[in-house]
């Protein structure tokens, strides 16, 4: 800090002469008076401006197109037309072993006292000025230096100075980096000025106090265990921009800096090995925290935590993966989505820094051709499997085998899913997958899902349009069930069931394992309560080998619409059987029990749901509810 204060007091010298007007006295005669019996006579000459104006500054001084000089009688004799008319013109000024001669001389008037004249701007003010004054076979001379405050230039100089002291006083670095070259530009005009000199060489000093105040910042941060590691990584990552700035900004050609300057090379050098320390730490840093981030969702429950937060970060990770695009076989990252509720939940819970990181280097894995997950990952989930509310491995895993060319066993776990999975988003989802497999596999129609795919994005746009590439991709494949189910998707959403209807009988008659469209058939049926074809395509889907947790609760809800609590009660049980963890199926069968006025019954299974989501409001309301029927006496 002391090397670049050094420069700093620069204009206080010449503040010594600041208000004092450039002036001298020149001898013009030698005699005077009757017969020469008096002495000589003297003029004062003195530094003006055409306007006459005080006090002087580099401005008004130099605002002509020549310099100004005030002539002036001094002593007790005046001025008259003849000395005015042919005696001043001898006042030369030489400078630089050049002589300039008076240029312009102002009016001189009857009691006028002085007169004014001009010089060439020629003339440099930053060097002594030496006047000179011929008369007979001799000559008068004088010299006078200008002071400082009067060059050409000094007030911008100043004030740049003034910002760049400021700057370097107050340690804003890059400030007085950007004043410092904000002066250099201005070397056509500031270089008369003494501290201009040294001015390339201040600013190498910034660089360099701007370097190592920084570089005891991020040592700092390297080093200090009782911080975290985010905060560390986060010192480093924001000051990495400062020595990348060091290193492209110290040589500037266009300001006469070159990158061979012995001390530009010096701090360029350094800033470079900085930069290379710096991603060395922070690479070390961050995989410190990602084995922090990460660790206890790899290990699971050998690290003994299969807690809410454990399962909140998996559940959010397989819905997250569950939700790729399956057709994109290209894809150079798996970054799926979450809803914003379960973004909600781990933002509260402060496990959105676990989750991003999982995912990240699950991307890295997949980029350098490994599977996305660490097999011990698997492994960990595989044994946490009976806590899990939905089937967590078996959807982690199918993504996994999927992404590595594992066809046959991604669609092994896209069934186990169907299994036990009561949430209809996620089985279509894995049936998406499946049918993806098939098309890899080559036996449906890759050009029919492009066709699929277009009608979905049209569809925001176009719906007319989109129907029409639906139904393409319906005639070039007639027999690619993902292709019918998605037209009867279609005419679902535009509110026409008895068109949507056929396209969901093709898609499971040509795919009976399609379970999404049993489901989307039964639902049209549900809505409009016909519960009896609700029933029998529920009834085939078991048939075809579709026994799962969602057929039979759907089947138990439709016998239960079609006033048969006896057949719907067997239906939810076996529900149960396949997925004890189901919220929705344990209500449903305690309101079955509740028809059939099985109030024992109906109690327990309410209290297996709230058991099941303590936070959720609905079966506390049927609890209460049942309670009051019995108080009743009904």
Aim: aromatic share 12%; glycine share 6%.
């Amino acid at each position: 800090m002391n090397r670049i204060l050094s420069f700093l007091l620069f204009v206080l010298p010449s503040f010594i002469l600041f208000g004092q007007v450039p002036t001298i006295q020149i001898k013009v005669k030698e005699k005077s008076g009757f017969l020469g019996l008096g002495g000589p006579r003297f003029m004062e000459v003195r530094l003006s401006n055409r306007t006459g104006t005080l006090p002087l500054t580099d401005q008004n001084v130099n605002s002509d197109t020549q310099y100004v000089f005030l002539c002036k009688p001094a002593g007790d004799w005046q001025f008259d037309e003849d000395f005015v008319d042919e005696d001043l013109g001898r006042l030369s000024l030489h400078q630089d072993e050049r002589v300039f001669p008076m240029t312009w001389k102002g009016p001189f008037g009857k009691g006028d006292t002085l007169v004014a004249v001009g010089f060439s701007r020629l003339i440099r003010l930053n060097a002594p000025l030496l006047f000179r004054f011929a008369f007979n076979a001799t000559a008068d001379s004088a010299e006078v230096a200008v002071p400082m405050d009067l060059w050409p230039g000094f007030s911008a100089f100043r004030e740049l100075m003034g910002k760049l002291n400021g700057a370097v006083m107050n340690q804003r670095y890059r400030e007085s980096i950007a004043f410092c070259e904000d002066i250099l530009r201005g070397e056509a005009m500031f270089n008369i000025f003494p501290t201009f000199a040294g001015l390339r060489k201040n600013r190498t000093e910034i660089f360099e106090q701007y370097y190592l105040v920084h570089k005891n910042r991020v040592e700092g941060a390297a080093s200090n265990t009782q911080a975290d590691l985010k905060s560390r990584i986060a010192i480093l990552d924001e000051e990495r921009p400062i020595f990348v700035f060091v290193r492209d900004s110290l040589p500037r050609s266009s300001l006469g800096i070159p990158a061979e300057d012995s001390a530009i090379a010096d701090l360029a050098g350094r800033s470079v090995q900085t930069l290379g320390w710096l991603r060395t730490t922070r690479d070390s840093l961050q995989r410190a925290l990602d084995d922090q981030n990460v660790r206890w969702i790899l290990e699971g429950s050998v690290a003994g935590r299969t807690g809410f937060k454990y399962q909140t970060v998996l559940e959010a990770l397989a819905y997250s993966y569950s939700s790729l695009d399956f057709a994109d076989t290209a894809a150079t990252e798996l970054t799926g989505t979450i809803s914003e509720e379960q973004r909600a939940i781990l933002g509260k819970e402060n496990l959105m820094d676990s989750y991003e990181t999982f995912v990240r280097l699950a991307n890295e894995r997949y980029r350098q051709g490994m599977p996305p997950f660490a097999p011990e990952f698997l492994l960990n989930v595989q044994k946490d499997v009976a806590v899990f509310r939905l089937p967590f491995y078996s959807m982690l895993a199918a993504v996994n085998d999927y992404y590595t060319g594992n066809l046959d066993q991604a669609q092994d776990h896209a069934f186990k899913i169907f299994r036990v999975c009561y949430d209809p988003q996620i089985s279509e989802r894995f049936d998406r997958m499946r049918i993806m497999i098939k098309v890899r596999q080559g036996l449906f129609s890759a050009e029919a899902v492009e066709l699929v795919d277009e009608a979905e994005s049209m569809e925001k746009i176009d719906v007319e349009a989109a129907g029409d590439l639906y139904r393409r991709a319906v005639t070039i494949a007639p027999n690619f069930a993902y292709a019918s189910f998605a037209l009867g998707r279609y005419y679902t959403r535009q509110g026409d069931p008895i068109r949507a209807q056929p396209f969901f009988v093709r898609a499971y008659e040509t795919d009976s394992l399609y379970l999404s469209a049993y489901r989307e058939s039964a639902n049209l049926y549900r809505r409009s309560g016909n519960y009896k074809p609700m029933i029998e395509v529920l009834a085939l889907a078991i048939y075809k080998g579709n026994d799962y947790w969602e057929t039979q609760s759907n089947l138990g809800l439709a016998y239960m619409g079609d006033g048969d609590p006896a057949r719907a009660i067997q239906h939810y049980e076996r529900a149960l059987a396949i997925n004890p963890q189901s919220y929705t199926t344990n209500i449903q069968l305690g309101l079955a029990y509740q028809t059939v006025k099985n109030y024992q019954k109906a109690r327990e299974y309410f209290n297996n749901a709230i058991n099941i989501d303590p936070l959720r409001q609905e079966a506390v309301e049927y609890l209460t509810r049942l309670n009051e029927l019995q108080r009743s006496g009904k």
